[in-house]
C-alpha cells in the first residue's frame, strides 16, 4: 500500500513535527501577547492613578 512506503511515512513524521513545533512557536506567542496585555493593563490603572493624583494636588 501507499500509505506504509517509508519515503511518506518519512514526510509525514517531519509534517507532524514541523506541526508541533508552529503550535509550541504560536503557543509561545500567545503568551507572550496575553503578558504584554497584562502588563497594559497594570499601565493604564498607573496612568490613571497619577492622572487622578496630578488632577488632585493642583486644585
Same mark, same amino acid.
Given at each position: 500500500?501507499?500509505?506504509?512506503?517509508? =519515503?511518506?511515512?518519512?514526510?509525514?513524521?517531519?509534517?507532524? #513535527?514541523?506541526? #508541533?513545533?508552529?503550535?509550541? $512557536?504560536?503557543?509561545?506567542?500567545? $503568551?507572550?501577547?496575553?503578558?504584554?496585555? =497584562?502588563?497594559?493593563?497594570?499601565?493604564? $490603572?498607573?496612568?490613571?492613578?497619577?492622572?487622578?493624583?496630578?488632577?488632585?494636588?493642583?486644585?
Amino acid at each position: 500500500m501507499a500509505d506504509q512506503d517509508p =519515503e511518506i511515512e518519512s514526510r509525514r513524521a517531519c509534517l507532524h #513535527r514541523r506541526m #508541533r513545533q508552529t503550535d509550541l $512557536k504560536r503557543s509561545d506567542g500567545q $503568551k507572550l501577547l496575553d503578558d504584554l496585555n =497584562e502588563e497594559m493593563v497594570a499601565l493604564s $490603572k498607573l496612568i490613571e492613578e497619577a492622572e487622578d493624583y496630578v488632577d488632585t494636588t493642583t486644585r
